[in-house]
């Protein structure tokens, strides 16, 4: 694995050491239970799967330059040492299950429904995902590759809930912009389960989208949350605030939203356990 130490590698790994599989995490940061990138040749040169998270978070820092080079190179960078190292490999691994992100469609405000077959989109994020997906694709001719699209994920101890929930503690929450908008969320346990379905599952090839089944707008998130936290729900977030303090592109990423389907994992049979807001919130 690369990007295990993340918030939704961390809660794989833990996942599959509860069912009995041994992880090898590539960390920029070695230490107990992880290898250096150093190592990787070896980790994959019989390893019977590989997932690669390994990505600097999008949201964390306002979009300069410098920071767009680091979200590109810390994803397809890595993604291209990753294949080749699949290449190489005496023994290769069955499949390699290598992250992605909705980001892919790119932003738009319609209700139109968003499946794995739609075009990409012409934005920065757009643009990097593609490349993020193209970087993995040449390991496809010696093994499976799945892409998990990931969306809005929501948990404990990390992610966009993390910040979400932060002013309805203090009484001052609400939507984001318009509220209009969409947010196709998934809860960290759907989310690893859909990872592990992803590596277990000969059906899953290629993009695959990792949202629940009931996107919501912004509204309704905020309205469930302060529902769920007991807390008000009033204060709306303005838009040119937002743009103010993250930049344009970072903002423009938060204002807009796709309602995504999640075709693939249903058609191969996958069921999500926590497909409802309200109840995703309240265990959380």
Same mark, same amino acid.
């Given at each position: 694995?690369?990007?295990?130490?993340?918030?939704?590698?961390?809660?794989?790994?833990?996942?599959?050491?509860?069912?009995?599989?041994?992880?090898?995490?590539?960390?920029r940061t070695p230490g107990v239970g992880r290898i250096g990138w150093d190592g990787l040749d070896a980790a994959?040169?019989?390893?019977?799967?590989?997932?690669?998270?390994?990505g600097e978070p999008i949201a964390d820092a306002r979009w300069t330059s410098a920071r767009l080079a680091l979200?590109?190179?810390?994803?397809?960078?890595?993604?291209?040492?990753?294949?080749?190292?699949?290449?190489?490999?005496?023994?290769?691994?069955?499949?390699?299950?290598?992250?992605?992100?909705?980001?892919?469609?790119?932003?738009?405000?319609?209700?139109?429904?968003?499946?794995?077959?739609?075009?990409?989109?012409?934005?920065?994020?757009?643009?990097?995902?593609?490349?993020?997906?193209?970087?993995?694709?040449?390991?496809?001719?010696?093994?499976?590759?799945?892409?998990?699209?990931?969306?809005?994920?929501?948990?404990?101890?990390?992610?966009?809930?993390?910040?979400?929930?932060?002013?309805?503690?203090?009484?001052?929450?609400?939507?984001?912009?318009?509220?209009?908008?969409?947010?196709?969320?998934?809860h960290l346990h759907d989310m690893v389960r859909a990872l592990l379905f992803a590596v277990d599952t000969e059906?899953?090839?290629?993009?695959?989208?990792?949202?629940?089944?009931?996107?919501?707008?912004?509204?309704?998130?905020?309205?469930? $949350?302060?529902?769920?936290?007991?807390? @008000?729900? *009033? %204060?709306?977030?303005? !838009? #040119? &605030?937002?743009? +103010?303090?993250?930049?344009?592109?970072?903002?423009?990423?938060? $204002?807009?939203?796709?309602?995504?389907? @999640?075709? *693939? %994992?249903?058609?191969? !049979? #996958? &069921?999500?356990? +926590?497909?409802?807001?309200?109840?995703?919130?309240?265990?959380?």
């Amino acid at each position: 694995m690369t990007g295990g130490t993340g918030f939704i590698g961390g809660a794989l790994v833990a996942a599959l050491a509860a069912r009995g599989d041994e992880a090898t995490v590539v960390s920029r940061t070695p230490g107990v239970g992880r290898i250096g990138w150093d190592g990787l040749d070896a980790a994959i040169d019989g390893a019977d799967a590989v997932v690669n998270l390994a990505g600097e978070p999008i949201a964390d820092a306002r979009w300069t330059s410098a920071r767009l080079a680091l979200l590109r190179s810390s994803r397809v960078d890595a993604t291209t040492r990753v294949a080749s190292a699949i290449a190489r490999a005496v023994c290769k691994p069955r499949v390699l299950v290598s992250g992605s992100a909705i980001g892919f469609y790119g932003t738009h405000t319609d209700d139109a429904v968003v499946a794995e077959g739609a075009p990409p989109g012409d934005d920065a994020l757009a643009r990097l995902t593609v490349a993020w997906e193209e970087a993995a694709r040449p390991a496809a001719s010696v093994t499976r590759v799945a892409y998990p699209r990931i969306g809005v994920v929501l948990g404990r101890g990390g992610g966009a809930l993390q910040k979400l929930a932060l002013p309805f503690r203090w009484f001052v929450g609400g939507p984001v912009g318009t509220g209009a908008q969409w947010v196709s969320w998934v809860h960290l346990h759907d989310m690893v389960r859909a990872l592990l379905f992803a590596v277990d599952t000969e059906a899953i090839v290629g993009p695959f989208n990792v949202t629940g089944p009931h996107p919501v707008t912004m509204n309704e998130l905020a309205r469930t $949350l302060g529902a769920v936290m007991r807390r @008000p729900s *009033a %204060l709306r977030v303005p !838009g #040119f &605030a937002l743009r +103010l303090a993250l930049g344009d592109g970072l903002a423009q990423v938060l $204002l807009t939203g796709r309602r995504i389907a @999640p075709r *693939a %994992l249903v058609d191969a !049979g #996958f &069921a999500f356990e +926590l497909p409802d807001i309200g109840r995703a919130l309240a265990a959380i």
